[in-house]
């Protein structure tokens, strides 16, 4: 067994622990912007794709992603079940069972990514059923392609932490599910506002947090690459926030604190792919362009009539387009390989090129794949909620709850799932003047 170095260990478990708290990250931010009535539907997509693609990954998936190769396209099943990883150590000195670990986190979050789009109309097990399938036919050979010595990784694409795997892969599986489901009760007339704005707010905190796990992490070491990706992922976050609100203050007037959130991701979005390869001041460029595009992405929905309920193509698909097509201007040679600097440092064309292909390869294939898999599971039992669960709560419709319960006499959501009757409150006697407005309440 090669000899391991703990301090690269170290940090890779960490770094998949940050990477696991970004889906329950993700479903406090997507939970925040849907309606009080579909909050725990929202928040349930995520917590089910992390019970269902864990085990879909020790099972089969891995093997898939990283085990062998067959033609460029897919791992072969040497590796199912974990098997024959017990004991072994890889060449940057973790073990093969804690690498595993790591890319199962991203599995997970992958595939919740796409539960956005259907906000406040998809039903839970047709849900799974979709993320299973998806995660099966899409995720797992596309991470081989990228990371598991696939094609895309052989032609020389860069991808360091998930551009084209993850963010775009969701993103086209999120417009695909939006066509395919089609538009809630009353869009795009009625506005869908966010009820929980601080709790978007905390969620954006905790996937800014684990996504240091997600891109430095990808090192694979405690090294330079690291520290790298480290502050590249700070600092383009934090000029797509400012890029983002721009764009809404000279637009709308207002700076919002949703806009500064979904700014927030957009910018570690873009930066996941390039955040090994381009130095700060051009971690700083990707940011800003990332978030004042996002910003402006989120208006094609209402010119082309999808409904993309969180904007998850706006800023997955978009932001992932936009890093991954940016490391071929913004590249360096030191840190991204010889012969990959970007146009803007006096390379030539070809990286581009490459970055190109990537993109519209995976955006093509996750696309055509989720409609063809959500269309089946529509046509078949049926995917979409019906317009009265949607209209009256698809949280009480799909799991008998509901996030809130502000009756005076209690005993909603679980207690009247359980048939437990609330107790009769006594009418108070005395005085019938209304309560200040200025109390607080």
């Given amino acids: 067994m090669p000899e391991l170095d703990s301090g ?3 940090w890779i478990l960490t770094s998949a622990a940050l990477v696991l708290l970004m889906t329950p990250g ?16 929202m928040m349930m997509m995520s917590f089910g794709a992390i019970g269902l693609v864990s085990l879909l990954w020790v099972f089969y998936g891995y093997s898939i992603a990283f085990s062998g190769d067959l033609g460029g396209i897919t791992g072969d099943l040497s590796a199912a079940g974990l098997r024959g990883m017990l004991e072994s150590g890889t060449e940057g000195g ?3 069972l804690l690498f595993a670990g790591f890319q199962l986190m991203f599995a997970v979050i992958t595939v919740a990514l796409i539960s956005g789009a259907i906000a406040d109309r998809a039903k839970f097990g047709p849900w799974l059923l979709f993320a299973g399938l998806w995660a099966t036919l899409v995720y797992f050979p596309v991470a081989h392609w990228v990371w ?10 860069l991808d360091f932490a998930g551009g ?4 775009i892969n969701a993103g086209a599986a999120a417009l695909a599910l939006a ?9 795009p007339k009625d506005k869908f506002k966010p009820h929980n704005l601080p709790m978007v707010l905390l969620g954006a905190g905790l996937l800014w947090f684990g996504w240091f ?6 090192a694979g070491a405690a090294d330079g ?29 207002k700076p919002t604190t949703l806009g500064a959130a979904s700014g927030a991701i957009a910018g570690l979005v873009g930066i996941t792919p390039a955040c090994a390869f381009l130095e700060p001041l051009g971690a700083i460029a990707l940011g800003l362009i990332a978030g004042a595009v996002c910003a402006l992405a989120v208006g094609l929905k209402y010119r082309f009539k999808y409904d993309d309920s969180l904007d998850v193509v706006a800023v997955h698909m978009v932001g992932g387009i936009i890093g991954s097509l940016l490391i071929g201007f913004l590249a360096i040679e030191v840190l991204a390989g010889e012969g990959n600097d970007g146009l803007l440092y006096g390379g030539g064309i070809a990286l581009l090129g490459k970055q190109v292909v990537g993109v519209v390869a995976v955006l093509i294939y996750s696309f055509v794949v989720a409609y063809v898999i959500g269309f089946a599971i529509e046509k078949t039992i049926g995917f979409r909620a019906s317009a009265d669960a949607e209209v009256e709560g698809i949280d009480n419709a799909e799991h008998a709850e509901s996030a809130y319960e502000f009756s005076s006499t209690g005993g909603g959501g679980a207690f009247a799932a359980a048939g437990i009757a609330p107790s009769a409150t006594p009418t108070k006697t005395g005085s019938t003047e209304p309560v200040s407005e200025k109390v607080a309440g």
């Fill in 164 to 167: 084209t795997a993850v963010h």
């Fill in 225 to 253: 690459a690291a520290a790298v990706s480290l502050i590249n992922t700070q600092v383009a976050t934090a000029a797509a926030v400012l890029g983002w609100i721009v764009v809404e203050w000279l637009r709308d007037g």
């Fill in 148 to 157: 598991g010595g696939g094609w895309i990784g052989e032609l020389g694409v």
């Fill in 213 to 218: 796990g997600f891109n430095a992490g990808s």
């Fill in 94 to 96: 973790i073990p093969d």
């Fill in 179 to 187: 066509l395919v489901l089609g538009r809630r009760v009353g869009w």
């Fill in 8 to 10: 690269a260990t170290a």
């Fill in 26 to 41: 993700l479903a406090l931010f997507y939970g925040g912007m849907t309606r009080s009535k579909s909050v725990l539907n």
